[in-house]
């Protein structure tokens, strides 16, 4: 088995836990509007998919929802409303400072818009302190599990994909890792991942 040389995160149900109800509640609230009309404008028409993908920046998503909605408010509450869904999986964090900790190069691979990323860089220090390497679906406009958001995270580690690993807690983007080169399993917990690693010969816990 070749040496992993570098160690991709999953942002979403791996680093941090998430709820697209609370988005839906949140943005109800700034908007005025009820749930099902949220839900509706931001899900069922596929515009947050949009906005993932980089096919819509943070103003295109704004002013599509406020017209489609026919909604008013202001766009900084909406765009924090929209990001504020994350909160710390705390059994993590350990496993990141060891690896951190031996040297080991690690970087966030994840399907995300700019309005949730940019509040959840500037809530959880766990995602400045440790990660060095971000490719984001908005940035490589294409979703996991699309071949070519793991060709820029390839690219992006400077590895070879054998000597990535990479966790993920939907089966099917981890299937794409693997179909990509990339050691790849599915996050179940932080004890798991760390019974992974330690197969793989690396040292945490």
């Given at each position: 088995?070749?040496?992993?040389?570098?160690?991709?995160?999953?942002?979403?149900?791996?680093?941090?836990?998430?709820?697209?109800?609370?988005?839906?509640?949140?943005?109800?609230?700034?908007?005025?509007?009820?749930?099902?009309?949220?839900?509706?404008?931001?899900?069922?028409?596929?515009?947050?998919?949009?906005?993932?993908?980089?096919?819509?920046?943070?103003?295109?998503?704004?002013?599509?929802?406020?017209?489609?909605?026919?909604?008013?408010?202001?766009?900084?509450?909406?765009?924090?409303?929209?990001?504020?869904?994350?909160?710390?999986?705390?059994?993590?964090?350990?496993?990141?400072?060891?690896?951190?900790?031996?040297?080991?190069?690690?970087?966030?691979?994840?399907?995300?818009?700019?309005?949730?990323?940019n509040v959840a860089v500037r809530d959880f220090k766990v995602l400045t302190d440790f990660f060095d390497t971000v490719i984001t679906s908005y940035q490589s406009k294409s979703m996991k599990p699309d071949a070519k958001i793991y060709h820029d995270a390839i690219?992006?580690?400077?590895?070879?994909?054998?000597?990535?690993?990479?966790?993920?807690?939907?089966?099917?983007?981890?299937?794409?890792?693997?179909?990509?080169?990339?050691?790849?399993?599915?996050?179940?917990?932080?004890?798991?991942?760390?019974?992974?690693?330690?197969?793989?010969?690396?040292?945490?816990?």
């Amino acid at each position: 088995m070749p040496k992993i040389k570098f160690i991709y995160f999953d942002l979403g149900n791996v680093i941090l836990n998430f709820s697209h109800q609370r988005m839906i509640d949140n943005v109800a609230k700034v908007t005025a509007l009820d749930d099902r009309a949220v839900e509706t404008h931001l899900f069922t028409s596929f515009l947050e998919d949009r906005y993932e993908t980089g096919a819509l920046n943070s103003q295109q998503f704004y002013e599509v929802f406020c017209e489609t909605a026919n909604a008013k408010c202001d766009k900084e509450a909406f765009l924090e409303a929209v990001g504020d869904i994350f909160w710390l999986n705390g059994s993590i964090v350990p496993v990141i400072g060891q690896l951190w900790t031996a040297g080991l190069p690690l970087g966030i691979l994840s399907n995300t818009c700019e309005a949730h990323f940019n509040v959840a860089v500037r809530d959880f220090k766990v995602l400045t302190d440790f990660f060095d390497t971000v490719i984001t679906s908005y940035q490589s406009k294409s979703m996991k599990p699309d071949a070519k958001i793991y060709h820029d995270a390839i690219a992006a580690s400077g590895v070879s994909p054998n000597e990535i690993f990479f966790t993920d807690d939907k089966a099917e983007n981890v299937a794409a890792a693997v179909s990509a080169g990339i050691d790849a399993v599915l996050f179940r917990s932080a004890k798991e991942l760390t019974q992974d690693l330690r197969r793989r010969g690396v040292s945490v816990g």
